[in-house]
């Protein structure tokens, strides 16, 4: 079913060293469906109109998992899918996406997913997604993906996405509509070299009394490589929202952040914070004297860094 | 053993250059508890650094163990047993306390261990070990976790920076149990920079340097009496001696 470089990048991306016992499973290789498995209470089904699938949870579905990894190994090959995600009200899930590009040849590859998740009332979602690119092929990998995320009153969602290597370039867009008494927790962790690049663009809309966000990005950036976010946070209501982007900034890269907040509403308390900077040289330092080199200090600051 | 031989820092100064150290030599015997203190800018930080390799002396060599590591490395002096409490200790993005113990220990720690060393500095372990070393935590907390990964690296020569620094009085009382208890052990060489009369009091040996220079050394019991009468006269007399 699925050859050796498609199962490491399937365990790159997903953590899958096979097809997992339990819970939904949506495997795309290529653009093809190539294992599809529903569980209890979760439904997947291809769409009618486009090229992507709707995964529908059941209210009140508690302990059930939702693996919906990609897999691109076609040189050239370009990609556009959409997964729209309906989660039942008081449902507790977690879905884990991903997408590898294993690009061996001298075209482009690229994967654009489009996320749509519209989160019942009270339900808790964690949404893991990894991005990660390998291959020798002069061809680039691109990924752009897009994560739109309706939040239903008291609903609770976590986004962890992480590009770490071997994306050669990136457009990622967030956007979160979030309603009465809901959270939504967006953690971001990049890290790019060579000469890619990397842009990340959010926006949080808090419209509902009580409604919470956290923004938190960390990103790397070594060679010449570049990256550019726009973290945009609207308060439209009695609400509270803090961001925070973290870049540590290396070698010939450059970073830009351009975090934004706007109040529209008296009790909406936004912060946001935005900093970038080397590695301290104290840092590098210490662990020199626990017994590491320069580099493995290094090293073990960026790991805990982008953890 | 540790010898310092004709050890001088010198650095650029307003008008041209000053020296932090001035020809320094000095020998410590093996697991000898020795405090060293002083006067501040007196040059006890630079000297510990020195040993350290963190800070490059002008002139001079360090011997250790009988071999001269002037021109080694930091880290190849660390893996040579000799190790470092930083006096303002750095924090770390995402690194948790268990990780820095854990490379500090050069080896995977089980979290007993883990708990074990913060314990020893006074640390209520199971609410910091999974904690990040970052502005969540305070200079304190910050520095008693330092002092923590000094006592993982376990090495034959461990050097402390005014230790007591930014410890509240019920953390420094457990701390000084636990200096108590590396002295009792005598199986270190310990080197503590303190102005603290607890600590001083569990010397072996104590060293006043000031001005770059040691300007003595003696047991404990004979050179403390001696300092308190100078600072209780409200003028120290290291600074009447030389430049006050």
């Known amino acids: 079913m699925l050859n050796e470089t498609q199962q490491k990048i399937l365990q790159e991306v997903a953590g899958l060293a096979a097809i997992p016992a339990q819970g939904a499973v949506n495997i795309r290789t290529d653009g093809q469906k190539s294992f599809r498995r529903d569980s209890e209470h979760i439904h997947i089904s291809s769409k009618a109109d486009k090229d992507g699938i709707d995964i529908r949870i059941d209210p009140g579905t508690k302990a059930e998992s939702v693996h919906i990894p990609v897999v691109v190994t076609k040189s050239g090959f370009h990609d556009t899918v959409y997964n729209d995600f309906f989660i039942g009200e008081n449902a507790d899930v977690r879905i884990v996406a991903g997408c590898g590009i294993h690009n061996c040849g001298d075209c482009d590859s690229q994967h654009d997913g489009i996320h749509t998740f519209y989160v019942g009332r009270n339900a808790k979602v964690t949404y893991v997604e990894k991005h990660y690119g390998e291959g020798e092929g002069a061809g680039k990998r691109v990924l752009n993906p897009q994560t739109i995320l309706f939040l239903e009153e008291g609903a609770s969602v976590t986004l962890e996405t992480s590009q770490i290597r071997g994306v050669d370039d990136t457009k990622r867009y967030t956007r979160a509509v979030v309603g009465e008494n809901a959270e939504i927790v967006i953690q971001e962790k990049l890290l790019t070299h060579g000469s890619q690049k990397a842009e990340s663009e959010m926006d949080v809309y808090l419209n509902g009394a009580g409604s919470k966000t956290r923004v938190i990005s960390r990103s790397v950036a070594q060679d010449q490589s570049v990256q550019i976010f726009y973290p945009r946070v609207e308060g439209n209501a009695p609400c509270f929202g803090h961001v925070s982007c973290d870049a540590i900034i290396m070698g010939e890269a450059r970073v830009r952040a351009i975090p934004e907040i706007t109040c529209n509403h008296v009790d909406a308390g936004l912060i946001h914070e935005a900093a970038i900077g080397k590695i301290a040289g104290e840092q590098i330092l210490k662990l020199m004297t626990l017994g590491l080199t320069a580099e493995e200090a290094e090293e073990k600051i960026l790991e805990g860094f982008l953890r | ?244």
């Open chain 2, 1 to 244: 053993m540790l010898e310092l031989q004709h050890l001088t820092v010198t650095v650029p100064a307003e008008g041209g250059t000053t020296d932090i150290l001035k020809d320094v030599s000095l020998t410590v015997e093996d697991r000898k508890f020795v405090v060293i203190t002083g006067p501040n800018g007196g040059g006890k930080t630079t000297l510990a650094k020195v040993i350290m390799g963190l800070v490059a002396p002008t002139q001079g060599s360090i011997l250790w163990n009988g071999e001269d590591v002037t021109g080694l490395s930091i880290a190849e002096r660390a893996k040579k047993g000799i190790s470092y409490g930083f006096q303002q200790p750095p924090r770390f993005k995402g690194m948790k306390v268990s990780d820095l113990l854990q490379i500090a220990a050069g080896r995977r720690l089980t979290h007993g261990e883990a708990c074990g060393y913060l314990t020893q500095v006074g640390l209520c372990a199971r609410d910091y070990v999974d904690r990040d070393v970052d502005v969540s935590l305070s200079g304190g907390e910050v520095k008693r976790i330092e002092i923590a990964t000094v006592l993982a690296k376990d090495s034959d020569l461990m050097i402390f920076d005014e230790p007591e620094a930014g410890i509240d009085l019920w953390s420094f009382a457990r701390l000084t149990e636990t200096f108590k208890a590396l002295h009792d052990r005598q199986d270190k060489t310990i080197l503590i920079i303190s102005h603290q009369e607890r600590i001083i009091r569990l010397a072996d040996e104590i060293l006043l340097i000031a001005g770059g220079q040691v300007q003595e050394r003696g047991p404990a019991d004979q050179l403390y009496s001696r300092i308190m009468a100078d600072t209780a006269a409200g003028c120290n007399r290291l600074e009447v001696d030389g430049t006050c």
